[in-house]
């Protein structure tokens, strides 16, 4: 079993920056890890993922903006994010799953959730 657990959520201003950080603890053997986000009344969706080789993909909508990295030794995760929006408001989750991360970042595929961070970002 594995347990997530993201922290580094808060408030910003439109333009800031803020690095989140996942723990992973319990068994751990997951190939693929990833932040998914969502805003009040919307689906949930894909920021980012890596592989355990370091292999990343990244959503359209955060390219060249948030960086996804993670330290296998520490079972930690991160995503920095730059130039944030007022858009990006949102609950951030890390997830996980035993196998290669999938083509699509979907969160069906994902099996191991944390309880999400808040960021909240202002114009």
């Known amino acids: 079993q594995v347990q997530l657990m993201e922290s580094g959520g808060g408030s910003v201003q439109s333009g800031g920056s803020l690095t989140l950080s996942c723990t992973a603890s319990?068994?751990?053997?997951?190939?693929?890890m990833g932040w998914f986000r969502q805003a009040p009344g919307k689906e949930r969706e894909g920021v980012a993922s890596?592989?355990?080789?370091?292999?990343?993909k990244y959503a359209e909508y955060v390219k060249g903006r948030f960086t996804i990295s993670r330290d296998n030794a520490k079972n930690q995760l991160y995503l920095q994010m730059n130039s944030l929006k007022p858009e990006d408001t949102a609950k951030y989750y890390c997830a996980a799953r035993a196998n290669r991360c999938p083509s699509t970042i979907w969160s069906l595929f994902f099996a191991y959730w944390g309880q999400g961070t808040q960021v909240t970002v202002s114009s």
């Open positions: 890596i592989e355990v080789t370091g292999s990343i």
């Open positions: 319990g068994y751990y053997s997951a190939s693929c």
